[in-house]
């Protein structure tokens, strides 16, 4: 039995409302098809099971509900207060945020573009977040920016904008490192505007996007508890991940009291490293912190390992979250302002031939 005196994570959505729900399909891991049931944060909603079958590698879908997400419209004119003779007219809805590290921006679509083709980015008073699963349905990706980090947000109603991440990524390349970086929308509108600006003010331009119509695949993350949680340099996981993948497919996490073990095997041999507690450092992020409640030891696919690691220049420590009933959690903080998720469903070994 799963105890719930093990060490809690904040890993709960802030972009959620709270009313989200947990629940584990057959007690984990240990079926044939495990699974896990995330809520949705309308209270009407059913359950969305995320089954993880146990297939070939590196593909073990996640099955979901979709919903259809578009651009916030504005409700028909019959429906809108008359407005008084006289009065000035009013103003649509409309969207804008201004980012004075404007390269933080850039270093988020860098991060994901790899991941995800098509997106809802949603805006609400709390923030500019999105939340999204790689077409192959094995990752999911929740990415929150809140609304303080930003110089100036105005959001009069929440909107959400599709949009095609490898185009975002192309018009952001247009910025400067140092640009400040505006996004407009008004509401009813099919496009979304990206203005750069020079820290100087001499130099400023302006793309226009057309806006998409997504079906998004929106799912209430419930707040969790997790076996081991291994803190450590978003460098040194990045290092680790991209060394272990001239040899093998796939990684074995397995955190113990010796500390965190990294191995894969492959046709020309095997490799192993071990990261142990290290606090005694000069500087915090070069510190290794682990959190463990008992031993735990999983299996995932290298190739969604590395694509995660693209947001290490986001941050100079990762999070890594593992439990046998929960998909990993690989987790960078962005500064003060938010983070950005990765979640990832453990590959189920058919045969003893990967254990370390």
């Known amino acids: 039995m799963w105890d719930h005196n093990h060490s809690r994570s904040h890993m709960s959505d ?17 079926g044939i098809s495990p699974s896990i049931s995330f809520y949705s944060a309308s209270p009407n909603a059913i359950p969305i099971n995320l089954a993880f079958p146990s297939l070939p590698p590196p593909l073990y879908p996640l099955k979901t509900t979709k919903v259809s997400a578009r651009v916030s419209r504005s409700p028909p004119p019959s429906s809108q207060p008359r407005r008084r003779r006289g009065a000035p007219p009013r103003h649509a809805a409309m969207l804008e945020l201004r980012l004075v590290q404007g390269s933080l921006l850039k270093k988020v679509l860098e991060a994901i573009r790899d991941l995800v083709t ?38 009069d109603r929440n909107l959400s904008m599709g949009m095609n991440v ?67 340099p978003s460098s040194e996981f990045s290092r680790i991940c991209k060394d272990l993948s001239s040899i093998g497919d796939t990684v074995i996490i397995s955190v113990t009291k ?50 995660f690691t693209k947001a290490s220049p986001l941050s100079d420590q990762v999070t890594i979250s593992l439990s046998s009933e929960l998909p990993v959690v690989v987790e960078y903080k962005i500064a003060e302002m938010g983070y950005i998720r990765f979640y990832l469903a453990p590959k189920i070994e058919e045969d003893e031939d990967m254990k370390p």
Do not use: W
């Open 118 to 155: 098509d997106a809802n980015f949603d805006c609400s008073g709390t923030g500019f977040s999105l939340q999204a699963m790689d077409s192959s349905h094995v990752a999911l990706v929740a990415l929150l920016l809140r609304s303080e980090g930003f110089e100036h947000y105005r959001c």
């Open 258 to 307: 010796e500390g965190v073990k990294f191995s894969t095997a492959g046709d020309i041999g095997t490799a192993n490293i071990v990261c142990r507690q290290n606090k005694t450092v000069d500087k915090p992020e070069d510190a290794t912190i682990i959190e463990m409640q008992e031993p735990v030891s999983l299996t995932f696919a290298l190739r969604y390992m590395n694509s």
């Open 14 to 30: 802030e972009s959620s409302d709270g009313r989200g729900r947990e629940t584990f399909g057959g007690g984990g891991f240990s």
């Open 166 to 232: 490898n185009n975002m990524a192309k018009m952001l390349r247009c910025a400067g490192n140092e640009d400040i970086i505006t996004i407009k929308a008004d509401d009813g509108s099919d496009t979304v505007t990206f203005m750069f600006e020079s820290p100087n003010q001499d130099k400023i331009a302006d793309f226009e996007m057309k806006l998409m119509d997504i079906d998004s695949e929106h799912l209430g993350i419930p707040d969790s508890e997790y076996q081991a949680i291994v803190r450590m």
